[in-house]
C-alpha cells in the first residue's frame, strides 16, 4: 500500500497561498513531486499540506493537500509515488493522482478544528505501534488563524489528529 508525503530541499519554497515561505524540506519535496509529473498544485487561504513517506522493500511517498476553495468548498488530492531507496531496486514512477470534493460534514469538522487556537499550540500525541516500513507524516496547516507543522508516526490524535484522520482517510 502506498503512504502520503509532501517534502522538499531544506531551502525552503515559495507557498503557492499567500506567497508564505514553506520552510519544511518534506512539505516543499512533496510539491516537488507534483511538479515532477506535472500534476497541480492548489492554491488558498486555508490549506493543509501533508508529505507521508515509508520505506522498506520500497520508498513510497504521498502528497495529499487539503484546501477550501474560493466557493467555500473542501478539496483533497493525493499523489502517490514509488522510487529507489528501499530495499528493492526499482524505477521511480507515480502510483496515482486523485482529487475529490470533501463531505460538507468533513468540511464542517475542518472548519471547526482550525478555528480552534488549541491546534496552533497543543503537543502531538499518537496512539499505535510504529512497525517496520511504516510511515512518517508532516503536515503543515496554513490558515487566517495560525501556523502549524506536526511530524509524527503511529496514529495522529487531538486536533491535528481529526485533520490527519479526514486527509488521511482513517475517518
Not at 515532477?36 to 499540506?49: K, M, V
Not at 511504516?134 to 489528529?161: C, E, N
Request: charged share 25%; aromatic share 6%; net charge positive.
Amino acid at each position: 500500500m502506498a503512504m502520503l508525503m509532501i517534502g522538499g530541499c531544506a531551502s525552503g519554497s515559495t507557498s503557492p497561498i499567500r506567497d508564505v515561505k514553506l520552510s519544511e524540506p518534506e512539505v516543499v519535496r512533496s510539491l516537488d513531486l507534483r511538479k515532477r509529473y506535472g500534476l497541480p498544485i492548489p492554491r488558498s487561504s486555508t490549506i493543509i499540506y501533508i508529505d507521508s513517506v515509508a520505506v522498506h522493500h520500497t520508498y513510497n511517498e504521498a502528497s495529499t493537500i487539503v484546501w477550501r476553495d474560493t466557493s467555500g468548498v473542501w478539496r483533497w488530492s493525493q499523489a502517490s509515488e514509488e522510487g529507489p531507496g528501499g530495499l528493492l531496486p526499482v524505477e521511480r514512477k507515480l502510483e496515482y493522482f486523485k482529487e475529490a470534493e470533501l463531505s460538507r460534514a468533513q468540511g464542517d469538522v475542518l472548519d471547526r478544528i482550525i478555528r480552534n487556537p488549541r491546534l496552533y499550540s497543543d503537543k502531538i500525541t499518537t496512539s499505535g505501534h510504529v512497525g517496520i516500513g511504516a510511515p512518517f507524516h508532516v503536515m503543515s496547516i496554513v490558515s487566517s488563524h495560525g501556523r502549524a507543522t506536526l511530524k509524527w508516526s503511529a496514529r495522529l490524535r487531538g486536533d491535528g489528529g481529526g485533520i490527519a484522520d479526514i486527509a488521511l482517510g482513517h475517518n
